[in-house]
């Protein structure tokens, strides 16, 4: 470990510190402030990372590497299977129809058909990372154009497999192609060979997942060595991407198919939380190299040009989507966050291009001209995004609100309710028959709709915006119930609401225990977990089916509801006792073990002499109670 | 100085007109400890041990309810099988209550005078009140006739006045200590003794 690591590393962590709190503050997501943060350090501006940004590129690609694993890792036959209409579909028609449109403009530049058609098929693909990452922090990745996002992402990402076996093809068939010295293994084959290594290296990587991975972590399990399955995990991923990098695939692509043989592992959650956090911050210091890597010198160099040229890759890219957004029977404010959303051009384009480049697909200045467009329509993203939901949306969309009529008086309903999911809808149409009216937040304009269109008034928009709350009547009105889908999200929206609207009244859904302690630790008390109740009710039943009376056992469920309510409070005291401010898998276990450990000393339903006439009398003793 | 404690239990109490004219401002009055059951245990699930502790910094408990069907709603009953424990209340070391006064406040839609033995009601008040006052004796507690308001449905705003300020000055002496529990128990009910002994003891 030399000087120049510690430096940079504290160069880009200091960066992502500095940029992204201020970028999410301002309302621009994460991946906005990473990529700031890349620019500022960049040797265009600062100049405190140089030439040696392609190394850390590459190792910052790792991020992607282990968000594809996860996304692998989620991708359950079953849940494929049941989205395969999507993927095929939609992903098809975005794919093939922009290929087809940027080979033809290329072509009309005067490239060759087969480089035409290389770059056509690079400029395709989207950012899984960045689209993924901003759905989830805005909480938009259940709504139908996140679904649909996630879909053609994945087709995309599936896609680049046979496009990068296809690559050498073409190059093979390219006037300018010429065998040369390559750094892979396979660099001296033959095209055909080439592809066929590639996909004989997919087909070791299915197979060693099965017969050799999973076996493999059996044993490992076996030990409980936490740190030792953790390095397993990280093993696994890193072996993936080294084969794949030894026989010229790229490792991202290797992971992912790791992982999709994995989604059916007894493992997949052990696996899912140890990758996770590895995850995190390698990705954001990939956004952050993808910034730092943006060649500004050319922009300066030729700015019409690639300004044209990036504008014209997201107005073509765009279009086409919205073309397929319309096909797979998007609404308009859906569509259009799908089609501003997979804009850009994604990482992938990166490993196509400069691969490209090794075939002699494509000159050296273009492949620096088309990286350089990628990485800024990236970046251009977050902001495309962010003019759609202040711009775009409010004027042609889905309307924040629904303006009434000059005479009505606005009246503003004492209850708010931010998040109308499954679980907000509950509460609000609980309120709704008992003839209570709430103002509702959500953002997923579908729903907005149907809502409006059912009497409900309704604001469209991120919860956590001031001005949405001030619109909706946070200033006047009694109480805010939080229950919005993303704990993250949600839990923004108390800190916020309890700052500027300190006469609200906070009742909180909360995901779990977990979740909860963290609304305790900041001092409110209507927390709501969302599993509590609704458990305990099955367990009662439970009891019952077993021969219990039903009056006992749900006179026991009461008891244990709020014995739980107070082991709660008492946990939460204790927690911070164990300097465990942030809860990872391994502390969750530990509470609860020891929950489970007072469940057994402290039996609520123990000590209920209720209606038994006589507790001393011994239970042989015939009673007429 | 007499601590009270009214448990007070009235399932539809928003609705109750004859109540909240009872109950307006009385917990207020020093030493009375308004407690309402039903906003307390809507889930019927009373929690005993702090029931116990309740009582116990009591001297004088009221059951304060409407008559139903002739007798005290749900969750009073529920409240009476729950705390007064056996080993607590009454039998074997059960002597918590020993020396308490307890008696019923109550209101009902029938008149006075269809409370009684040739009346429509068949019995009177006393008598269907029957199981609170056994209730008290098997505990030791001393047991007073009831303060009741008949024929809740036909009250003008005077006489409901007039009944509200009868009840805060019986809490009012009660609290003093200004009674005496054998003058009465010589009256039927406890507002026959404010109405016709106003000063004495």
């Known amino acids: 470990m030399n000087g120049t690591f510690l430096q940079n590393a504290l160069i880009y962590l200091g960066a992502a510190i500095l940029f992204v709190p201020i970028a999410k503050r301002l309302g621009m997501g994460s991946v906005l402030g990473y990529l700031l943060a890349g620019i500022a350090i960049g040797p265009f501006f600062l100049g405190l990372v140089g030439g040696k940004g392609e190394d850390i590129l590459h190792f910052a690609e790792f991020g992607v590497v282990m968000m594809l694993f996860l996304i692998g890792l989620e991708l359950e036959p079953s849940h494929f299977w049941r989205m395969r209409h999507l993927i095929l579909g939609a992903g098809m028609v975005q794919t093939g129809i922009t290929t087809l449109c940027f080979f033809a403009l290329f072509t009309a530049v005067g490239f060759s058909w087969q480089a035409a058609l290389a770059v056509g098929l690079a400029l395709s693909m989207s950012s899984t990372a960045i689209v993924l990452q901003t759905l989830r922090e805005k909480g938009l990745g259940r709504t139908e154009a996140g679904k649909t996002s996630f879909a053609v992402l994945l087709f995309q990402d599936i896609s680049v497999i046979p496009i990068l076996a296809a690559l050498p093809l073409l190059a093979l068939a390219s006037p300018r192609a010429a065998a040369d010295s390559q750094t892979t293994l396979l660099g001296g084959l033959p095209g055909w060979a080439q592809t066929i290594a590639l996909l004989g290296a997919v087909g070791l990587v299915i197979l060693s997942g099965r017969f050799v991975i999973v076996p493999f972590l059996r044993f490992i399990a076996r030990m409980h060595l936490r740190e030792l399955f953790t390095a397993s995990a990280l093993f696994i991923v890193m072996a993936t991407a080294y084969l794949m990098e030894l026989v010229g695939l790229s490792p991202a692509l290797g992971s992912f198919l790791a992982g999709v043989v994995l989604a059916n592992s007894e493992y997949r959650h052990e696996l899912e939380s140890d990758i996770e956090p590895f995850k995190g911050i390698l990705l954001g210091l990939f956004f952050i190299t993808v910034g730092a890597s943006i060649n500004f010198s050319l922009i300066l160099n030729r700015p019409l040009a690639i300004i044209a040229l990036v504008f014209g890759i997201i107005a073509v890219k765009s279009l086409v989507l919205l073309l397929t957004g319309k096909m797979t029977r998007l609404t308009f404010d859906q569509n259009l966050l799908f089609a501003l959303g997979l804009a850009q051009v994604g990482e992938f384009a990166f490993v196509l291009l400069s691969f490209m480049n090794q075939l002699h697909l494509l000159s050296n200045d273009w492949t620096d001209t088309l990286m350089g467009a990628t990485a800024i329509s990236m970046t251009a993203t977050p902001l495309l995004l962010l003019l759609n939901e202040r711009l775009l949306l409010p004027r042609f969309g889905t309307p924040e609100r629904v303006k009434k009529e000059a005479d009505a008086i606005d009246l503003h309903h004492p209850v708010i309710l931010a998040g109308f999911g499954p679980f907000g809808s509950t509460v609000g149409r609980f309120l709704r028959a008992n003839g209570v009216e709430a103002t509702i937040l959500d953002n997923d304009s579908d729903r907005v709709d149907l809502l409006r269109k059912m009497g409900f008034k309704v604001f469209y928009g991120d919860a956590t915006r001031i001005d949405i709350l001030k619109a909706a009547g946070a200033e006047q009105a009694k109480i805010l119930i939080a229950a919005i889908g993303s704990p993250e999200i949600n839990r923004e929206l108390v800190d916020k609401a309890r700052q500027l609207f300190p006469h609200l009244e906070i009742m909180i859904r909360a995901e779990n225990r977990f979740d909860a302690y963290e609304y305790m630790d900041s001092g409110t008390m209507d927390i709501y977990r969302e599993t509590l109740d609704t458990s305990i009710r099955m367990g009662v039943d439970v009891l019952v089916k077993l021969g219990y009376r039903r009056y006992s056992a749900s006179r026991a469920g009461q008891k244990y509801l709020k014995y739980d309510e107070a082991a709660m409070q008492k946990l939460a005291a204790h927690r911070h006792d164990q300097n465990a401010y942030i809860f990872n898998a391994r502390e969750q276990i530990q509470i609860q073990e020891q929950l489970l450990t007072n469940d057994r000393e402290a039996n609520p339903s123990l000590n209920d002499h209720a209606w038994d006439g006589d507790p001393f009398a011994k239970p042989s003793e015939d009673r007429s109670s | ?201």
């Open chain 2, 1 to 201: 100085m007499n601590p009270i404690l009214i448990l007070f239990a009235h399932p539809l109490f928003e609705k109750s007109r004859v109540n909240r004219a009872l109950l307006s401002g009385v917990d207020q009055l020093p030493g009375v400890t308004l407690h309402d059951l039903y906003e307390h245990y809507p889930d019927f699930n009373v929690d005993i041990g702090k029931e116990q502790t309740l009582i116990a910094a009591h001297q004088i408990i009221i059951w304060h309810h409407p008559l139903y069907m002739y007798g005290a709603p749900a969750l009073l009953k529920q409240w009476i099988d729950l705390v007064l424990e056996f080993g607590w209340a009454h039998g074997r070391g059960g002597d918590s209550l020993k020396g308490k006064i307890a008696f019923n406040t109550l209101t009902a839609g029938g008149s006075r005078e269809v409370y009684a033995t040739p009346g429509h009601n068949r019995f009177t008040l006393r008598e269907f009140l029957a199981p609170f006052e056994q209730t008290a004796a098997l505990c030791r507690m001393m047991y007073l006739p009831p303060f009741a308001v008949h024929g809740t449905h036909l009250l003008t705003e005077a006489q409901l006045k007039h009944h509200a300020a009868l009840y805060r000055a019986l809490l009012e002496r009660l609290s003093e200590g200004s009674f005496g529990p054998e003058t009465m128990r010589r009256f039927p009910l406890l507002n026959d003794w404010l109405e016709h002994a106003p000063g004495e003891p």
